[in-house]
């Protein structure tokens, strides 16, 4: 089969060819029609959570997919071949399979039934992006008539996350350059990075501060606006998070969020997107072969929504 994967330690991503891996107990191998990408892929690529959990090579990228399953391993009883599926390669040691390829095998906890009203470009799209805003959102309880900042929302967790806060009844401010998209997806506010220090920037609107903060944005706790919550306030995040005392002298609660794509959160979605009550905001479609051009894109924080890419398979 056709995959995009890191031949060995240290070395490049490319495509290549790879036998299809065999299916094992508690999982599914599914022909995959489309794959997510995600800043997580980059990660991988880069060997940088190789010091966390061992990595065995030859190693695929890609964490999501939707295709068609082609066989189970034993005590998986929610899926059968044939089935339309979505769902995710947990990070889990070893880290070595993936779904930037014709076939992959995900653990059955996290393949779920895909909508049929929902594409397989669609269902790709949904499963860490979609589970990791549910899981900021949560963290941060906001309250109809409260003020949230996204902060990194024109990617793919930030185009859930928007939705999610904006039909909750809470007045989203979103950071980005592509302000009709975002004020399209829910939020009230759309500011610009390039146009000064994001929290100078919220201030100047919003005096009193935000409620909270969903922050998908950075390479460094500094990153994160603090000085733009009020006291009080919460902030989750995705990224790097302050040291502790940077939270207690701002007078904030900082979560870090580790997502879980599990089926009993990623069902639900899917069901919400079939209905039209969750937007599937896809930025690109690409090939297999472009994949890795995609990944740089994303590398280079340049990415608007979700980047999927389908395979004629």
Known sequence: MRAIHVPAAGEQPQVGDLPVPAVADGSVLIRVKAAALNPVDNAIAAGYLAGMLP?????????DAAGVVEAVGAGV???????????????????QAGTLAEYAVLPAAAVAIKPAALSFVEAAALPLAAAAAVQAVDAIEA????????????????????????AGGVTVIATGSDTGRLTGLGATTVVDRAAGPIAEQVL??????????????GHSADDIPLAAVRRGGKVSALTQVPEADAG???????????AAAVREVTGPLAEQAAA????VDVGSVITLDQALDGLATIAAGHAKGKTVVTLDN
């Open 55 to 63: 990595h065995e090579y030859p190693l695929v990228l890609g964490r």
């Open 77 to 95: 009883e929610h899926v059968k071949p044939g089935d339309e599926v979505f769902g995710h390669v947990l990070l889990a040691p070893p880290v």
């Open 143 to 166: 309250k109809p008539g409260q003020t949230v900042l996204v902060n990194g929302a024109s990617g793919g967790v930030g185009s859930y996350a928007v939705q999610l806060l904006a």
């Open 204 to 217: 100047a609107a919003y005096p009193g501060g935000v409620d909270a903060v969903v922050n998908l944005f």
């Open 248 to 258: 207690t002298a701002a007078g904030v609660t900082v979560t870090p969020i580790m």
């Open 276 to 279: 039209g009550t969750l937007k």
